[in-house]
């Protein structure tokens, strides 16, 4: 992570760059495995959204793949190079509105289990399974998860669909608004 451009910093170049991950090298073997995959660098949308108010361009790198393992013996094969994937801006799961923020700190909602909230709103009993075995086990975890991260854990595009719509629902019930960013 750098900042780059002039050294006094008043340059229209002047910007803000992150580079990728790397992955690891493959192990070695008659059948080597293969490289691993080096995740792109990643931000918060509210962190591009300061850079992007100050006008500072963002570069956010491509992870680097690692090197396949060695095949060892005459007839060992070698292992496939790891994949790069790209950079990327990270958005949150609900985007309550500034003006709504306040509202969330009275709401007994947020104190619902993760199993009643996904009951109470007709979520599959696996994507309770899915959410309380990674740790999320209160409505408020799930206000502060991100996109991906559902995905990450194991949730189909439907599941995540329905558990983004049952948190907007909670919130407009409660009369919180949420911003339609997604």
């Known amino acids: 992570m750098a900042w780059y451009g002039s050294p006094n910093g008043f340059a229209l170049s002047t910007g803000f760059a992150m580079d990728g991950g790397r992955g690891g090298a493959g192990g070695a073997g008659r059948v080597a ?17 300061i850079f992007t108010m100050a ?27 790891g994949a ?11 985007n309550v509105v500034p003006a709504d923020v306040g509202k969330l700190a009275g709401l007994s909602d947020l104190r619902m289990s993760t199993n009643d909230f996904c009951k109470q709103n007709q979520l599959d009993s696996h994507v309770a399974s899915i959410l309380i075995g990674a ?21 189909k595009p439907g599941e995540v669909a329905g558990i983004k719509g049952a948190l ?3 919130l407009r019930k409660n009369g919180i608004k949420t911003e339609n960013l997604n």
């Open 135 to 155: 740790r999320y086990k209160k409505v408020s975890a799930l206000l502060r998860l991100q996109e991906g991260t559902l995905e990450e854990i194991g949730c």
């Open 168 to 170: 907007k629902k909670l």
């Open 55 to 81: 006008r500072f361009p963002v570069h956010l790198g491509p992870g680097q793949g690692g090197q396949g393992g060695a095949g060892q013996g005459p007839t060992g094969i070698g292992g496939a190079g």
């Open 84 to 94: 790069g994937a790209p950079g990327k801006v990270i958005h949150k799961l609900v």
């Open 33 to 49: 495995g293969p490289g691993g995959v080096g995740e792109g660098a990643r931000i918060n949308d509210e962190g591009m959204n």
